[in-house]
């Protein structure tokens, strides 16, 4: 409440509160205080106000906080702390990990997102991290993994989603993952499903476009030039079915 009163008023938030012991005590509040400054561009004043109540600060978590915040080199401390604490005993912990980092980081999630998902894919399989996301309705981010990490077993489970939130980001990723998942072999079971179902969302000459950039990008794929091939031929029928 006193924050959102400083904000919407623009007041000076050292003045109005800085006096109150129950806040000074509070390892919150020194975290915000010293997140005020270094947003404020303020760091002498951040690193004194943490000179001033370091004895306040208990817990380890909070101490990682601020090195990652007082000290730029530092400053994916936290992300490295949220990591080591991973293991396939607590894995279920990874959606609060998750929040955290997003929480702490703000805008600058994004920076530290593929890290941490590389490091939480040791203990937690893609099905279970699309379906985190779906839950927390994070189709941006899952777009932004996507496109440097393609998984068709990641993003299949989050194809609604991201076809809700931009066609055009849906159709771009579905031919990453799809050429990702042809870089496994053409063997793979769901292969031709795969192409299908990216069918439906194409009209006939993007049909034909991809085909034909498929297959210039895999030109000693025999068999997979006789599936595009067979997939397009019945794609009048398909469309039909559909």
């Keep these: 409440t006193y924050f959102k009163i400083i904000n919407d008023h623009h007041l000076d938030i050292k003045k109005y509160l800085d006096e109150i012991q129950i806040y000074n005590n509070n390892e919150d509040y020194i975290m ?26 208990r817990t380890k978590e909070t101490k990682v906080k601020l090195e990652s915040l007082l000290n730029p080199e530092n400053e994916d401390a936290y992300l490295n702390y949220l990591c080591s ?58 777009i932004y993994i996507l496109l440097q990490k393609p998984n068709m077993n990641f993003f299949d489970p989050l194809k609604g989603m991201i076809k809700e939130y931009s066609l055009e980001m849906y159709l771009m ?32 000459m993007s049909k034909i476009e991809l085909v034909d950039m498929l297959k210039k990008e895999y030109p000693r794929r025999k068999k997979l030039h006789e599936m595009l091939d067979a997939c397009l031929k019945e794609g009048d029928e398909i469309e039909i079915q559909y």
């Design 85 to 142: 604490k991973l293991s396939y005993y607590n894995c279920s912990e990874v959606p609060i990990y998750y929040d955290d980092l997003k929480e702490f980081y703000g805008n600058k999630f994004e920076n530290y997102l593929i890290d941490f998902i590389n490091k939480v894919d040791d203990y937690y399989s893609d099905y279970e991290l699309a379906i985190m996301f779906k839950r927390k309705q994070e189709a941006k981010y899952a």
């Design 32 to 57: 915000e205080m010293i997140r005020y400054y270094m947003n404020n561009q303020q760091i002498g004043h951040a690193k004194q106000y943490y000179k001033e109540h370091i004895q306040n600060i």
């Design 173 to 204: 990723v579905y031919v990453e993952c799809l050429k990702e998942y042809i870089n496994q072999g053409t063997r793979n079971y769901y292969l031709s499903d795969y192409i299908y179902d990216l069918f439906h969302d194409l009209d006939e």
